[in-house]
């Protein structure tokens, strides 16, 4: 008895998913994905935008899953207003089309990246691994497109705020990387530093400029026109 007391007090918090789909039967799928993973666990689905706040306010999922189109509320505002409350879920994008604007749309939002929904069952539950962890899980070349078809030219040339002043030379070579895609092992090779170092860098810089991620870090990169051209 004491044995199994310790084993389960002691056992790693498993990761508590929720989905939010208009279609029943991708749910049931997922639903069943999910609960096949020991270190995950199903909290509650949802069939529009709507019904998904409330399942967030009573489930308090780490991860969800989120559709882009669906009735009542879209993913879009749903992410928006998730993100808007303080709730420490962090979204993953479900999207049918690869360079999805409504995708771009929900990383504006406050979305932690996206998967498309025909993504090998393997991918899916590391993306939700991985966002959970504090990382992205699209790829590079994915984000730079995304952005580019949904940028508003007009506005991407704002103000830049006064706190980029405040980055060292050495931060803004990091944050250049960083805005054009680069993983923190690609930004270590580059500049032949660890990739610890490259992460200390990166924290520093999301705090100095207030950024919640490296999504809105690539965000804010081009909404302000600093993305330097690759070499």
Do not use: C, W
């Not at 879009?76 to 479900?94: M, Q």
Request: net charge negative; proline share 3%.
């Amino acid at each position: 008895m004491t044995t199994e007391q310790t084993t389960s007090s002691t056992a790693p918090a498993r990761i508590r998913v929720a989905l939010v789909d208009d279609q029943a039967l991708f749910r049931t799928g997922i639903r069943m994905l999910i609960g096949s993973q020991p270190d995950l666990q199903f909290v509650g689905e949802a069939g529009d935008g709507a019904e998904g706040l409330e399942l967030v306010r009573r489930g308090r999922p780490d991860v969800v899953l989120m559709d882009v189109r669906m009735p009542v509320m879209d993913g879009i505002s749903a992410t928006a207003e998730i993100v808007a409350s303080g709730a420490a879920a962090k979204v993953l994008v479900l999207t049918t089309f690869d360079f999805d604007e409504a995708a771009a749309k929900a990383i504006r939002a406050g979305a932690s990246g996206f998967v498309l929904k025909d993504a090998d069952p393997e991918f899916l539950l590391a993306a939700i691994r991985t966002v959970h962890a504090g990382t992205t899980v699209f790829a590079a070349s994915a984000t730079r497109e995304l952005l580019r078809r949904y940028e508003d030219p007009a506005e991407q040339r704002s103000t830049v705020p006064a706190a980029f002043a405040d980055l060292t030379p050495r931060e803004r070579e990091i944050f250049d990387l960083a805005a054009r895609g680069l993983s923190n092992a690609e930004i270590a090779a580059h500049e032949y530093v660890s990739e610890a170092t490259v992460k200390t860098h990166i924290s520093r810089v999301l705090t100095k400029l207030e950024l919640r991620d490296r999504v809105r870090l690539v965000v804010f990169a081009h909404e302000h026109g600093l993305v330097a051209k690759g070499d």
